[in-house]
């Protein structure tokens, strides 16, 4: 009988490590784009934002690459990471239609990560002058370093060591409980 009520103490303690963990279990994904995937534009944006659930760093040097009709190739300038967001100039070029922004990232727990965004330009995009792109990559950084201490907060709330330390302290806990159970009833 005492055997019976170890192993269930040990299953609910188990379930309840289960339960807490699963957050740090999850792998990292991007929660939002601007453009936002599906979006309709009428103009096309001068400037890509991703906001992903943790942080993440570049995957190689063209992490940002955005296509469409008629083989239409967008100059994406140097992206900048902030935490868990990342943004980069574009100069748009092409006819109306959809188009797909492709990305490229490594999270924290350095798993990489590529995805792809759809979005529609309902009027074509022209040629830009010759003078956009730099003016558009000093502006980059500034919204990007203003944004560094929103998106990290949370994050850096609670670091993974945080999550081991609490799993551990629940099991060490519930083979406490569990013994001390067992031997009031003998």
Known sequence: MRFKRFGASLLVTGLVLLGAASPALAHSELKSSDPARGASLATPPTQIKL??????????????????????????????????????????????????????????????????????????????????????????????SSADPAPQAPEDLVPSWVWIVLAVAVVVAGIVVALRFTRRKN
């Open 51 to 144: 906001t992903f659930s943790g942080p993440v760093t570049l995957a190689d040097d063209n992490p940002i690459q955005i296509t469409g009709p008629e083989n239409a190739s967008w100059t994406v300038g140097r992206a900048e990471v902030a935490g868990s967001v990342v943004m980069a100039p574009v100069q748009a070029v092409g006819p109306a239609g959809e188009y797909t922004l492709r990305y490229k990232v490594t999270f924290e727990d350095t798993h990489a990560a590529s995805g792809s965004v759809k979005f529609n330009l309902s009027a074509p995009a022209a040629a830009p002058s010759s003078q956009s792109l730099p003016s558009s990559q000093a502006q980059a950084p500034a919204p990007a």
